[in-house]
């Protein structure tokens, strides 16, 4: 039997204790591996093009360049990695500028290491993770400014559920297990909404709903 492809994972954190849970955590996980760690972004961009690279964990605040603007430079240069910030910063102006120079997930440091591993999981298998309390910081700023756009007329009944459990950041194991269906009945139904959109993920699904 030929075993599966291994996640690649790249870290990149500068508080050591943080740094090394991580990867003791990709490394101990089946079907993980962690590639590299880097301490800063400049190491970073400098080495990790070269490194065929699944997902990367990237901080925000790191020393000199921060883990944005280090994503917002090397994201051309791997354009088959997913970047998924991983951060103790929960507020507007992080999250829209991480999700804006190309973040396909944000959680937060203290998501649990069991959570950590599923939203690995889910970037890789095309999904968008956030931790729940980024995901409505999201959705509360669109609808602020908002009202729901016509274009969600557009999806089915179940799709607009679907969307929902989405916009409250929900993986697609735990969409699956709402509704009592399966994960690939869920990723079924997500790539129907994005199609239907016109768009490639979760954030932009949520913009088109909530036109800016």
Do not use: W
């Amino acid at each position: 039997m030929i075993n599966e492809k291994k996640i690649s994972v790249s870290i990149v954190e500068d508080t050591d204790d943080i740094r090394n849970a991580l990867r003791v955590l990709i490394n101990g996980s089946e079907g993980f591996e962690c590639i590299h760690v880097y301490e800063d972004a400049e190491t970073a961009l400098e080495d990790m093009p070269d490194k065929d690279i699944d997902v990367v964990l990237m901080d925000i605040h790191l020393p000199g360049m921060d883990g944005i603007e280090c994503m917002d430079r090397i994201k051309p240069l791997m354009p088959n990695a997913q970047f998924m910030m991983c951060t103790v910063y929960d507020d507007d102006d992080h999250i829209f500028n991480a999700l804006r120079s190309g973040a396909s997930g944000y959680i937060l440091k203290r998501t649990s290491p069991a959570q950590i591993l599923e939203a690995v999981r889910d970037l890789n298998e095309g999904g968008s993770p956030m931790s729940s309390e980024i995901a409505r910081r999201v959705v509360d700023s669109m609808q602020r400014k908002n009202k729901p756009s016509e274009t969600v007329e557009v999806l089915t009944d179940r799709e607009k559920e679907i969307l929902d459990f989405l916009s409250k950041g929900f993986l697609y194991k735990e969409i699956a297990l709402e509704l009592f269906i399966s994960k690939e009945t869920v990723k079924r139904h997500i790539h129907n909404i994005y199609e239907k959109l016109h768009v490639q993920n979760r954030t932009e699904a949520l913009n088109k709903v909530y036109q800016q």
